[in-house]
């Protein structure tokens, strides 16, 4: 009797173990809520044209307009991850293409850069509404690169000094906003990225990690140990520009007071950044926060 009783508690927490995971599931699967905010009108249609040129962006009056671009760009920009951070789907959401144009009832507040604001919160349940998109996060063991100094005796390159302007938020409260950086200048609280070339001002290194993320296509994390804010000037070749190719944009060259033309024989990202900042990226494995695509469908064009 004891004996079945045993089994009987065993099996229940099984049966417990099953329901729980049941439920986590429909929990960790993710649509907007039925409150979120949405477009007043959104047409979607697919574009075929076969062009190379892609435009995504928001404008005056709540509108929301993208021409030729794929839905896995899309998700990542109303997401705000970076394309290691999308995990799933089939292949077209990586090859269609695609042109909505929405507006929403009147103007949506501008998000402070980083956050989610209105624009992305539409743009999902778009994506819900017309692709069926479904999504849930999970934190995952994935390659990463640790921020860490290149020399034992802490010193930093020639590139990177500490700075002297106090860019703490609330700090100039009250005082007049520094003048713009002439072109070519280092901006004194920001940073400026264009291909090859990152100039930056007060800036914390965590900030300096999240930046370079974008570049090496792996979550970057400062380990440092480093909490000042700094100057630097970084300069590196791109992976796949050919001699003369300019900045590997439309025209190859940059725009008027923009940075000068990158050196197609420079060094890559990685040994720039220890050459000139006497920082390295060391390859290790960590956390991070990816989306998960659970299921999407092609829409119904109008």
């Keep these: 009797m004891i004996a079945m009783m045993k089994r009987g508690v065993f099996l229940l927490a099984i049966v417990l173990v099953v329901v729980w995971r049941v439920a986590t599931s429909a929990v960790d699967a ?57 995990i799933g789907g089939p292949d077209w959401i990586g090859t269609d293409r695609w042109d909505i144009v929405a507006k929403a009832e009147g103007e949506l507040p501008p998000a402070p850069p980083g956050q989610v604001g209105p624009m992305q919160l539409m743009v999902r349940s778009l994506l819900a509404d017309r692709f069926k998109l ?20 802490k010193r930093l390159g020639p590139q990177m000094k500490e700075s002297t302007t106090d860019c703490t938020p609330g700090a100039r409260r009250g005082a007049p906003p520094p003048a713009p950086p002439q072109p070519g200048e280092r901006p004194p609280c920001g940073t400026r990225l264009a291909p090859g070339n990152l100039s930056s001002g007060g800036t914390l290194l965590s900030q300096l990690a999240t930046t370079l993320s974008n570049s090496v296509g792996r979550t970057v994390v400062d380990k440092t140990g480093l909490t000042a804010r700094y100057d630097f000037d970084l300069k590196w070749t791109p992976d796949g520009m050919a001699a003369g190719g300019g900045l590997g944009i439309p025209g190859g060259a940059p725009g008027p007071g923009g940075p000068p033309p990158t050196d197609p024989n420079g ?36």
Excluded: C, W
């Design 30 to 86: 993710q649509s907007p809520p039925s409150d979120s905010p949405k477009f007043e009108v959104a047409a979607v249609k697919q574009n075929r044209s076969g062009s190379n040129q892609v435009m995504i962006g928001g404008g005056a009056g709540g509108r929301y307009n993208t021409s030729n671009v794929p839905l896995r760009l899309i998700i990542r920009t109303s997401y705000q991850i970076q394309d290691f951070q999308l």
């Design 134 to 153: 479904v999504v849930h996060r999970e934190t995952r063991e994935m390659p990463i690169y640790a921020l860490v100094l290149a020399r034992e005796d």
């Design 267 to 302: 060094p890559s990202l990685f040994a720039a950044v220890q050459e000139q900042l006497g920082l390295k990226l060391e390859s290790q494995r960590g956390p991070v926060e990816v989306l998960v695509i659970d299921s999407v469908e092609r829409p119904t064009e109008n």
